[in-house]
């Protein structure tokens, strides 16, 4: 069974902080897909990245980067110098190939960026 | 142009009722999508559908049926509508459902069901 735990609840930085948001998962395929989606207090979804289990390059985009580490099953997603614009809802989520359009999420962590 | 969009935003409905949201892309994309966040927050996949392939989540109640009249369009249509039903729906969309490829989903507005 498929598991995505975002141990962080809520998140509290002042602008222009480095934050980093944390996914840990659980799964038993070794094909499998991860994905990050942020949702702004407006409510709408907004997809941030989709990695593959054997993609573990790293990803950087703009402010945004994310470091996959198989060996201790995370996908951490971390913002650099943080604004009141990144304030928002950060989902995780996992979807195994074997359950491909099955994905799972974790409860998100909300994120809040103060000026 | 809105890539993906549905409708309605909103729908308030009694207990019971049969009631539809739709949802249409114009990327041209393979795979749709539906996605529920109830009143808590939490996101939940409902169904994928991918060339015809429709793949359900089963936990979703059989009350809930996806209906792709074409490739750029997905309703789900919803039986008997009950109050836990409440909840903001999401329609998305991406090119493929798997593969090595780093698709980009795109999402609707999402409708605010409202089950009285």
């Known amino acids: 069974a498929q598991k995505v735990t975002q141990a962080q609840t809520e998140i509290s930085v002042v602008e222009k902080e480095d934050v980093t948001l944390d996914c840990v998962y659980e799964t038993r395929d070794t094909t499998y897909y991860l994905f990050w989606y942020k949702q702004p207090p407006s409510g709408e979804l907004v997809f941030l990245i989709r990695r593959n289990s054997f993609d573990e390059q790293n990803e950087i985009s703009g402010r945004y980067s994310w470091n996959f580490q198989k060996s201790t099953s995370s996908f951490n997603f971390t913002i650099t110098a943080s604004q009141v614009v990144d304030s928002a809802v950060y989902f995780c989520a996992l979807s195994e190939a074997s359950n491909a359009g099955k994905s799972t999420f974790g409860d998100g962590t909300t994120l809040t960026v103060k000026p | 142009d809105t890539a993906v969009s549905q409708t309605p935003k909103y729908l308030v409905t009694q207990m019971g009722n049969d009631k539809s949201i739709k949802c249409e892309q114009n990327?041209?994309?393979?795979?749709m999508y539906w996605y529920k966040q109830d009143s808590k927050k939490f996101l939940k996949i409902m169904f994928s559908y991918n060339n015809k392939e429709l793949i359900i989540n089963e936990t979703v109640p059989n009350r809930f049926s996806p209906k792709s009249p074409d490739k750029a369009h997905l309703n789900l249509h919803i039986n008997s509508l009950e109050l836990g039903d409440s909840a903001v729906y999401f329609c998305?969309?991406?090119?493929?459902?798997?593969?090595?490829?780093?698709?980009?989903?795109?999402f609707g507005p999402g409708t605010r069901l409202l089950v009285l």
């Open positions: 998305a969309s991406s090119q493929r459902l798997a593969g090595s490829g780093r698709e980009t989903q795109y």
């Open positions: 990327l041209g994309h393979d795979t």
